[in-house]
């Protein structure tokens, strides 16, 4: 069975950093593409970052450059380091996996398996 948990979420102000990290369990071959995702009220699912097979990374252009995506296959965790936190960065944030190798956007269709999302608020 496939379990993604999602932690690290918490409230900071701007300019703050957090961490989040996705445990993920089960099948390790489901966990080839791997990517975050968030969801602010009254908006659509967009794509944060993603990690793909050969280890390249997708970042949504708001966040480039502030935020870093990694995965420890040692440990069975997926990180997203966010630095230099914005207000508009406050949703829920959510790890996705998918064992397709082809992947290579950040689309939530695609995503088979999801965490249940952790909050980030940032407040200015």
């Known amino acids: 069975q496939v379990q993604l948990v999602e932690s690290g979420g918490g409230s900071v102000q701007a300019g703050g950093s957090l961490r989040l990290s996705c445990a993920a369990s089960?099948?390790?071959?489901?966990?080839?593409?791997m990517g975050w995702f968030r969801q602010a009220p009254g908006k659509e699912r967009e794509g944060v970052a993603g990690?793909?097979?050969?280890?390249?990374?997708t970042y949504l252009d708001s966040v480039k450059g502030r935020f870093t995506i990694s995965k420890d296959n040692a440990k069975n965790t997926l990180y997203l380091q966010m630095n230099s936190l914005k207000p508009e960065d406050t949703a829920m944030y959510y790890c996705?996996?998918?064992?397709?190798?082809?992947?290579?956007?950040?689309?939530?269709?695609?995503?088979?398996?999801w965490g249940q999302g952790t909050q980030v608020t940032v407040s200015s």
């Open positions: 089960g099948y390790m071959a489901n966990y080839v593409s």
């Open positions: 990690i793909w097979r050969d280890g390249t990374t």
């Open positions: 996705a996996a998918d064992p397709r190798w082809s992947l290579r956007a950040l689309r939530p269709r695609d995503f088979g398996y």
